[in-house]
């Protein structure tokens, strides 16, 4: 009869570490995710291995609520491209072509940046998982981090697992390694914050592939704006349409 | 009359347009291309110049020089293409055209355009019959933005579902006859989660009615599967006369009309995690020729073939046989069944690819590899095309038995 009480305790308090890391999560979004629904103009650099430059990249990101993402490109090399993301189905528009092409999952994560990478901007909703303990942030830092290891809830998301280090008091992202389906580690992710000793937003997050090529992707987070899209502008055949951005 | 109506209405759409806010854009690209080119030894056309040399023109080595500019703004978007092409060692050959050139008006949920523009609808790679505003040339070794129709276009979007009603080649004569025909065409889209559905109907003027359906569907993380089927009562196309027999003093290949045409795709591709793609599509195209046409097409080549042996004026039969490989180019698929598969690998900046295009009828086929390298503003691309099979394959005969090309691409 005793095991009764112990096992509703055990229950309750893996719930209530379920709850803190939800909303542990859910303030982190809110360093890169600073409305509910968002414009931001995002600046990707590629570095080589070597640290020499590779490729740059532009893009317009409509962020909106319910995991619904327009991305539009906007470097000469990918202009006219778009990229909607509507929970976990995608359509990807080709320059010229007039013809929203369905894609998998697996064919959103081309490029050394990923469109999942630019696109998606938030993680409550799309992770669950635990809280692990307090951590250094880094080797070589002296502050500790919270460590949240993190499962994908949903099959279309870029990375299936996430080992995260958030601050302890304002819960910003610090930095983060990044598990494909196969349980591989693609890449490590860091995070620049505006105000080091008080952040209020991401301003860059950077990915070092784990996996091939070794590069370096720089995401910049050059202008963020509250904005919401009419919803026929999240509709996938709507991408052959040039509605005004600004 | 037709045309001043039409240019009256996208005067009007102009106006309409100039009250959109948008700013400027201006944008564009200029491509550098050669094409080295290895003339067949088989089929009508290498016969023809056999018996008489410059009777048939043989595809030769070429360089291009291809800028297109797009400009949008004020609701007017543009694009325009400037050509300059030397064959051999021929005199420069220049010409321009207007990609598209139409104005838009946006009204929320509803849309709309008038003038020239580039409508495409269907859901395939290799072939897509729910093209119905206009069928672009699939398949092509380096893509170029196609050229669009005269329309006025009407949309309707909201979060689900999209409608599109045009009006296409509205000034053109009723009885213009392929892309030139005047036409009412539909589209509906609805989205039921991880499928797309569509639904499409056309009006032709001279041609009828027509209506076809399309589905894309992600199966899992890295599958994705697609198909088109679309019945036309009546399809316009060429055809000789079975009854042609020895040499004729005009071509016998004349404007046609199928009836009750079928045409279907089914396909799918699969991605791997480390980006490789394999692409796999068969169709059907009820308005190519029939396997009994390609009969009498061979059986034609060889009765020209044998009248020459036989003394008759080689300049009558080297004509005859001229006009026999003009069936070759006059329908986007030459054999009614066909199977594609592709093999494409995505690895920043390359991105190598091999495929194949079969027909099970006759075992003709056509191999093609390339290699794409894209920097932040230049694209390098080449490849080779090989066409093969019996001799007796429709492919195998056509003019180009290799065709090899390099083109540099800089965008700004």
Not at chain 2, 119 to 135: A, H, I
Request: with cysteine; glycine share 6%; charged share 15%.
């Amino acid at each position: 009869m005793k095991l009764i009480p112990c096992f509703l305790l055990t229950l309750l308090t893996a719930q209530a570490f379920a709850q803190d890391v939800t909303s542990v999560l859910k303030a982190t979004d809110k360093f890169r995710m600073t409305a509910e629904n968002l414009q931001v103009d995002t600046l990707i650099n590629v570095t080589n291995a070597d640290g020499t430059p590779d490729k740059e990249r532009r893009y317009t990101v409509f962020a909106q609520a319910g995991r619904q993402s327009l991305v539009v490109m906007q470097s000469p090399a990918e202009k006219g491209q778009k990229v909607l993301m509507l929970g976990d189905d995608f359509w990807l528009l080709m320059p010229g072509s007039q013809r929203p092409l369905r894609i998998t999952p697996m064919q959103k994560l081309l490029g050394d940046a990923s469109t999942g990478d630019v696109a998606t901007m938030s993680w409550a909703n799309d992770y669950a998982g635990k809280l692990v303990g307090e951590e250094p942030c880094d080797a070589a830092a002296k502050q500790a981090c919270l460590h949240l290891s993190l499962n994908a809830t949903r099959k279309g998301v870029t990375y299936q697992r996430i080992e995260l280090w958030v601050g302890k008091t304002r819960f910003e992202p610090v930095r983060a390694d990044l598990y494909v389906l196969s349980d591989k580690l693609a890449k490590q992710a860091m995070f620049v914050m505006d105000k080091p000793t008080a952040p209020t937003m991401v301003l860059e997050m950077v990915l070092a592939d784990q996996v091939s090529n070794h590069k370096v992707t720089h995401v910049r987070y050059l202008n963020r704006k509250a904005r919401q899209v009419p919803p026929e502008w999240l509709n996938p055949m709507f991408l052959v349409r040039n509605p005004p951005l600004e | 009359m037709a045309a001043q109506r039409f240019t009256m209405l996208l005067l009007a759409a102009c106006a309409a347009a100039q009250a959109q806010d948008a700013e400027p854009q201006l944008s564009g690209q200029v491509r550098a291309q050669w094409d080295g080119v290895h003339a067949n030894t088989a089929g009508p056309l290498a016969a023809a110049h056999t018996l008489q040399a410059g009777m048939a023109t043989l595809p030769v080595n070429g360089v291009m020089l291809e800028t297109e500019l797009r400009a949008s703004g004020k609701g007017i978007t543009s694009v325009l293409t400037l050509q300059q092409q030397r064959l051999d060692d021929n005199a420069i050959n220049s010409r321009a055209w207007v990609n598209e050139l139409f104005a838009s008006h946006d009204a929320g949920a509803w849309q709309f355009s008038a003038g020239k523009k580039i409508v495409s609808w269907d859901v395939g790679y290799g072939y897509r019959p729910n093209d119905m505003v206009q069928q672009e040339t699939r398949r092509t070794l380096v893509s170029s933005t196609p050229e669009g129709r005269p329309m006025l276009l009407a949309e309707h979007f909201d979060a689900d579902t999209a409608w599109s009603l045009v009006a296409v080649n509205p000034s053109a004569s009723m009885n213009a006859r392929d892309a030139q025909e005047p036409a009412l065409a539909a589209r509906l889209y609805q989205r039921f989660g991880a499928a797309d559905a569509y639904g499409f109907a056309r009006l032709g003027a001279r041609t009828g009615a027509s209506a076809g359906a399309a589905l894309a569907w992600v199966a899992t993380e890295a599958l994705e599967l697609h198909s088109s089927v679309r019945f036309s009562k009546h399809i316009d196309s060429q055809s000789m006369d079975p009854n042609t027999i020895a040499l004729v003093a005009q071509n016998p290949w004349q404007p046609s009309t199928a009836q009750n045409v079928t045409q279907w795709l089914i396909g799918g591709t699969w991605t791997s995690p480390s980006q490789l793609s394999l692409l796999t599509e068969v169709w059907w195209d009820g308005s190519a020729p029939s396997d009994a046409q390609w009969n009498n097409w061979s059986q034609r080549n060889h009765q020209l073939s044998a009248l020459a042996a036989l003394g008759a004026p080689a300049a009558a039969v080297a004509g005859n046989l001229a006009w026999q490989a003009q069936s070759l180019g006059l329908s986007q698929n030459l054999r009614r069944s066909n199977v594609f598969v592709r093999l494409s690998w995505q690895k920043d900046p390359w991105k190598p690819s091999l495929d194949l295009l079969y027909t099970p009828a006759d075992q003709g086929r056509v191999v093609t590899a390339a290699l794409t390298w894209q920097g932040d503003r230049m694209q390098v691309q080449g490849g080779v095309r090989v066409v093969g099979g019996p001799a007796a394959a429709v492919l195998a005969q056509l003019p180009a038995k290799q065709l090899a090309y390099v083109a540099l691409t800089w965008t700004f």
